[in-house]
């Protein structure tokens, strides 16, 4: 088990602590006291609207008494199906202000899901843009809402944006009757003028935020979070960056709903007195605008938007010298994109490399980060500060030697609360060791090297059995990554009544080239040079798009339900 005692080279570097002091108050608390020290300085912006800290704590507790005003009480639970907007950041501090729990959810789930994130947590409320309202008319025929809020896109704007806006993209926003249950943000902020919130001072372990499982690997689950975990996370983000991140500026289009998002992109940018530049609608050609724009100092992103940003020409001779930071999480980044991307940045000025983190929605998001003075090919980096890994053999709490392939276990103060009324997963997951800590276990296999540094290479359930042996995807994938056509692989196991599983590809390719049976023939020949014959695809399947999740990665399992119908269907 390492953490700092693996690393005794990253000692020298004066601005790295491997143990913090965290704040004893709530999310909110601790912005607010950012908010004193930097009250002029801009603490989020949208759409070319720049809101400064002072204003942000006022519409806070604006928004905290409109919910005080709606009924809302300490630990009730609101659900917030929004994308990056103002809104969404005012409602999810006000709930904090005031004791009450903010459910986060992507406002681009189907009917069925946005109803089954309401059960599962058992909220009755719900925050949503006016655009969506058909769509939760929908849900209510799966489940009962007490409480609707519309806002319209442009509400947080300011009055002249807010006026434009609606001129030109938000004429038929609501070309609808609404039913009694409905209220919308400005009469909600009204009402909030009846009634001034005061500060519950929520405790730093009390349920503050739940955000859901991606549902790749099972049934998706809430996500319990407290206050600490969320501020030990901004506070470690903030050390490991290694430098100051106050009246930087950081793009945040990862979603609120996405622990990446949230966590490091809108609160510790908070926390920091930085600036949160909030992206409400995702695509290439405008990231590539806001960041010509807007010259931020950081992004994150999972590593399907800097493929993305490879193949297209929007940033063609853009100058990236402002990039402090460049953070990939959320899915794992192949060795070969890695390359691709460093490279992408060094010709375009940048003076930095991308860094790897690795986490999961059960501590927020990252808990290990490729330090920014050492980097090693293939690996995650090493533990956040008070941050403790250890691999061990899977379903157990045995630990197993360096280098050797284990499960991902992890302990330190942003691990989850636990899963939202799901104790027999808990009991699996977080686990008391011998040293009378309690453990996430990841479901994620890697190793450990002797200096500390981390490993992932997959989900121990993604991995395929094939004739009796293991093969790892990731592995795979990284190979024909490397292969000159391909932009990009997805690698599943195929049920196979001898093998048990085969093993089959998915490929993009890079523009230029066209699929064909030559060029299949090429790439499986290509393989046969560089992978076990056991572990060869006995298939490529070329793709326009690989298919993704509603945060960007790339979603097997879809590849492997198309497969089982298939096989279903001969």
């Not at 940045?345 to 980060?369: K, M, N, P, Q």
């Not at 103060?413 to 686990?431: D, W």
């Not at 692989?489 to 080239?513: H, N, Q, W």
């Amino acid at each position: 088990m390492l953490n700092e005692q693996g690393a005794p080279w990253l000692s020298s570097y004066g601005e790295v602590n491997f143990h913090l002091t965290y704040p004893e108050t709530s999310m909110a608390d601790a912005v607010f006291e950012t908010a004193k020290k930097y009250p002029n300085q801009t603490a989020i912006s949208c759409m070319g609207t720049k809101i400064p800290y002072s204003r942000f704590t006022k519409e806070v507790v604006k928004t905290a008494s409109a919910f005080k005003a709606m009924g809302i009480n300490a630990g009730d639970k609101v659900t917030i199906c929004m994308p990056n907007l103002p809104q969404t950041v005012y409602a999810l501090y006000a709930l904090n202000y005031i004791g009450a729990i903010a459910s986060m959810i992507h406002p681009l789930s189907a009917e069925g899901e946005i109803a089954y994130y309401l059960k599962e947590v058992d909220s009755h409320i719900i925050l949503t843009l006016d655009t969506f309202y058909k769509k939760m008319q929908k849900v209510e025929a799966f489940t009962k809402i007490d409480k609707i809020i519309l806002t319209g896109a442009a509400e947080g704007l300011g009055f002249l944006k807010k006026t434009l806006y609606k001129m030109t993209k938000g004429k038929n926003d609501r070309d609808y009757t609404v039913g009694d249950n409905v209220i919308f943000w400005d009469t909600f902020m009204k009402n909030g003028k009846k009634q001034k919130a005061e500060p519950y001072h929520l405790d730093k372990n009390q349920l503050a935020v739940i955000l859901f499982s991606g549902g790749t690997t099972g049934v998706t689950k809430g996500i319990m979070l407290s206050s600490l975990n969320f501020n030990a996370l901004a506070y470690q983000t903030i050390n490991m960056c290694a430098k100051p991140i106050a009246r930087k500026k950081m793009l945040a289009a990862m979603p609120c709903f996405h622990g990446f998002g949230l966590g490091v992109c809108v609160h510790t940018m908070l926390i920091a007195g930085g600036e949160s530049i909030l992206v409400p609608k995702f695509n290439v050609k405008d990231y590539a605008l806001l960041i010509k724009q807007h010259k931020p100092n950081y992004i994150a992103g999972v590593p399907t938007l800097y493929e993305a940003l490879t193949r297209s020409n929007y940033l063609d001779g853009v100058d990236l010298s402002c990039l402090m930071g460049v953070f990939s999480g959320g899915d794992s980044l192949s060795i070969e994109l890695k390359k691709k991307f460093d490279k992408f940045l060094a010709d375009h000025g940048a003076t930095i490399r991308v860094r790897e983190g690795y986490g999961t929605t059960e501590c927020v998001t990252a808990s290990c980060l490729t330090p920014y003075c050492k980097e090693k090919e293939g690996s995650i980096g090493l533990p956040y500060p008070d941050t403790y890994y250890k691999i061990c053999k899977h379903g157990t709490t045995e630990e197993v030697p360096y280098g050797e392939d284990g499960e991902i276990c992890l302990t330190g103060p942003t691990v989850m609360l636990g899963y939202y009324n799901r104790e027999q997963e808990n009991a699996i997951t977080l686990i008391k060791h011998e040293d009378g800590k309690i453990w996430l276990h990841t479901g994620d296999l890697g190793y450990m090297d002797e200096e500390g540094f981390i490993y992932f290479k997959q989900r121990i359930k993604r991995m395929i059995i094939t004739s009796g042996y293991n093969v790892y995807p990731s592995q795979i994938e990284n190979v024909i990554d490397a292969h000159e056509a391909v932009q990009m692989s997805c690698v599943i196991g195929v049920k196979d009544k001898l093998k048990m599983e085969r093993v089959k590809a998915f490929i993009t390719l890079k523009p230029g080239y066209t699929a064909s049976p030559k060029l299949k023939t090429e790439i499986l020949n290509y393989c046969r040079k560089h992978v076990a014959k056991y572990a060869l695809p006995y298939d490529i399947e070329f793709r326009d798009e690989l298919p993704k999740t509603l945060v960007g990665k790339i979603a097997y399992t879809v590849l492997e339900k198309e497969e089982a119908e298939k096989a279903k269907n001969k």
